[in-house]
């Protein structure tokens, strides 16, 4: 089974000097190369990844280009497929952008992490677009929270710090649309 190595990843690790390359190379796996839309910045760092798998003597399969605007897949697609072409290297394919991929619901991520849900049972179709880990005082997380954050806190500090702060940032944005629904709440 291939290892998939994200753009600007092949070197991750290097630090501690175990890179994903060389993690692949000690278990004898090839690569494919995932790197973010785009032509220039997508095809140079596609070039540093796959010179380091070659370093490593780990076979590059080929490249898949994640998260291309819509609108631009077909361009992007042929472009960068020539490049890739030009330097030996085989594109899989293009994936767009889609809030299906990219943003999961409130109920995935209760499946995922097998949480139990308070109330809200009606928002969980709600897309995720952020995730906010609220270890702070409430005053300071105000200016963080927008519609479609999943915010995260300890049970502890729930009803005594974040719910007032929630209940005053949601009648300031007027309870709607602009503020955090605070009906979403999930809890392990």
């Avoid at 390359?21 to 095809?43: E, F, T």
């Avoid at 030009?86 to 995935?108: C, H, N, W, Y």
């Avoid at 928002?123 to 519609?147: C, F, K, Q, S, W």
Wanted: overall charge positive.
């Amino acid at each position: 089974m291939p290892s998939l190595s994200r753009d600007r990843a092949c070197g991750g690790g290097s630090v501690i000097d175990c890179s994903n390359a060389d993690v692949a190379a000690l278990l004898g796996s090839k690569a494919i190369i995932v790197s973010g839309g785009g032509v220039g910045r997508a095809i140079d760092e596609i070039m540093l990844n796959k010179a380091l798998f070659d370093i490593c003597k780990v076979p590059v399969l080929g490249v898949i280009i994640n998260k291309v605007l819509p609108d631009k897949l077909e361009k992007i697609k042929s472009i960068v497929g020539k490049g890739l072409d030009r330097k030996g290297i085989r594109l899989l394919g293009v994936i767009p952008e889609m809030d299906l991929l990219s943003a999961p619901t409130v109920e995935q991520i209760r499946e995922r992490l097998d949480l139990k849900v308070f109330s809200g049972e009606e928002n969980l179709r709600t897309r995720v677009y952020d995730a906010i880990v609220a270890a702070m005082e409430p005053y300071n997380m105000i200016g963080h929270l927008r519609d479609g954050a999943l915010v995260i806190t300890s049970g502890d500090r729930w009803i005594t710090c974040w719910w007032p702060c929630l209940r005053i940032c949601c009648s300031r944005e007027g309870g709607q649309g602009g503020g955090p629904h605070i009906d979403r709440r999930i809890d392990a």
